[in-house]
């Protein structure tokens, strides 16, 4: 098996989960770190051995032997090293949520076209069983007819701090954030629908206003959220079906419940993972004995499959044109938030 050389772009927090994964599997060398703070890129040269430290992505990219890239910056900065990175005839992997903007999602997807090189957003949730077996179970037809769902991405005391907090570091929050799990599963279960619509709200007056850090809040400071810490609305697809999205940092309620996909078959819970039914004469709950992975073991498999589809010329393994549907929708509730009324939305064409 050819190993695949990669430089790594972004040293901050998730990318000691992804040097952490890479140096457990087989068949991928990073050779390059870079990060804007050199203490960073250093550190991680000196931990895992990576012989070229860069402050300048570009320089990074300039190097021959580098095949692809895996992009871990904060959301604000993931654009411009994609776009770099394809047309220097790099792969690339970046982090989610694949850009804080649709505008920067859509240049992204467009120089992915562009240079037919492979972009992978790194969606580890793709990878875990639980997912996998809930994709697995709607494409069996089991489900019969999606014809509505919600989608529910939601923390009572987890503002987080930090970059994810800024407006000019992550862009976007909680909406982006942890709404693009529960976004990406929900689509990746429905076939991704092509949405049309949407109507919601999204805020930070909590974050910013009526609450204060209690005991077992995050490393959250009031006075520099800049970003919406809830975000909730609806959204009509091109099909005639209809999502509710739903999504908090912070929030006075336990719950807002979990995703959840209505059919004409059987009703789908993703966690813990249900199916609903009506079959033998009785209403039957049927939960599926799935293996809880750690975080780790995603990482690895998402690098995996991304080394794997360079290897062997295959298509990104969690593509661009997928990924795009989540910021249609998250542009949409930003946008229809501010004005306060529905919005019409629209996929991108390339
Ligand atoms: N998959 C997951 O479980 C997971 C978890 C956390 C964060 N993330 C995602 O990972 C990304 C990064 O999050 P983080 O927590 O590591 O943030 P972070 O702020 O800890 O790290 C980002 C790093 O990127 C560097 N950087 C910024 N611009 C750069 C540039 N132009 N060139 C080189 N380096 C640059 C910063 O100096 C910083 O060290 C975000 O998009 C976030 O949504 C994913």
């Known amino acids: 098996m050819r190993t695949v050389k990669i430089g790594l772009i972004g040293a901050g927090g ?13 068949g991928i060398e990073i050779v390059a770190v870079c990060d804007v703070m050199r203490e960073r890129a250093e550190k ?8 070229h430290v860069f402050t300048d992505y570009k320089d990074l990219l300039a190097m021959d032997e580098i095949e692809a890239v895996n992009i871990t910056t904060f959301n604000q900065a993931h654009r411009a090293p994609t776009v770099d990175a394809l047309q220097a005839g790099k792969h690339v ?31 580890k949730t793709r990878y875990s069983p639980h997912m996998i077996t809930a994709r697995r179970i709607a ?34 929050g909680t909406v982006a954030d942890i709404g693009v799990y529960s976004l990406d599963a929900s689509l990746y279960v429905m076939g991704h629908p092509k949405p049309i619509a949407v109507s919601g709200i999204a805020n930070n007056l909590l974050g910013t206003k009526y609450c204060e850090p209690v005991l077992g809040s995050w490393n959250w400071n009031p006075k520099e959220l800049t970003v919406e810490d809830f975000g909730a609305g609806s959204v009509r697809f091109e099909d005639g079906r209809l999502m509710v999205f739903k999504t908090s940092w912070i929030m006075h309620m336990d719950s807002l419940g979990e995703t959840l996909f209505l059919g004409t078959k059987a009703g789908m819970k993703l966690n813990p993972l249900t199916i609903f039914t009506n079959q033998w004469g009785t209403m039957n709950d049927i939960k599926p004995h799935i293996p809880v992975l750690e975080d780790i073991e995603l990482f690895k498999s998402e690098n995996l499959a991304f080394a794997d589809a360079i290897r062997e010329g295959k298509p990104s393994p969690i593509p661009a044109d997928q990924m795009l549907l989540t910021n249609v929708i998250i542009q949409g509730l930003i946008d229809s938030a501010a004005a306060n009324r529905e919005v019409a939305v629209s996929v991108p064409e390339f």
């Open 14 to 26: 998730i990318a000691q989960v992804h040097l952490r994964a890479i140096k457990a599997v087989k």
């Open 44 to 51: 991680a040269a000196a931990e895992y051995g990576i012989p």
């Open 93 to 123: 992997l970046v982090e989610k949520p694949m850009a804080a903007t649709l505008e920067d999602a859509t240049a992204m997807t467009a120089a992915a076209h562009k240079t037919d090189k492979i972009l992978m957003v790194a969606l």
């Open 139 to 172: 494409e069996s037809g089991a489900l019969g007819d999606i014809y509505y769902a919600e989608s529910v991405a939601c923390r009572r005391n987890g503002i987080p701090g930090g970059s994810f907090a800024k407006k000019e570091t992550a862009g976007i």
